[in-house]
């Protein structure tokens, strides 16, 4: 079993920034794909980013150049920093461990607001 816990989101104006971070419960991160999704409501859940045990990143074409996934290996978290964020970012966040080898797993945090708005 895998606990992800995310933490940062709140309310910032367009054209700021917020950081979000995905703590895990362990270390996973050699093994496991790690995203940060988002969903606004009557809308399925989207893939924002995602980092593989590689160290390879994929975004989806609505963030590219303004978002950036990371991970701190010694804290077993990663990162989702959101620049020049846009009303249309708003959503609940929530990050996403899956395995990369072998059966699939997923591992889903609680997921955490982001409301981007003046």
């Known amino acids: 079993q895998v606990q992800l816990v995310e933490s940062g989101g709140g309310l910032v104006q367009p054209g700021g920034s917020l950081r979000l971070s995905c703590a895990a419960s362990r270390s996973i991160f050699s093994s496991y794909v790690m995203g940060w999704y988002r969903q606004v409501p009557g809308k399925q859940r989207e893939l924002v980013a995602s980092l593989t045990s590689g160290g390879r990143t994929n975004y989806a074409d609505s963030v590219k150049d303004r978002f950036t996934i990371s991970r701190d290996n010694a804290k077993n978290t990663v990162y989702l920093q959101m620049n020049s964020l846009k009303p249309e970012d708003t959503a609940v966040y929530y990050c996403?461990?899956?395995?990369?080898?072998?059966?699939?797993?997923?591992?889903w945090g609680q997921g955490t607001q982001v409301t981007v708005s003046s």
């Open positions: 996403n461990g899956r395995t990369q080898f072998g059966t699939q797993v997923d591992y």
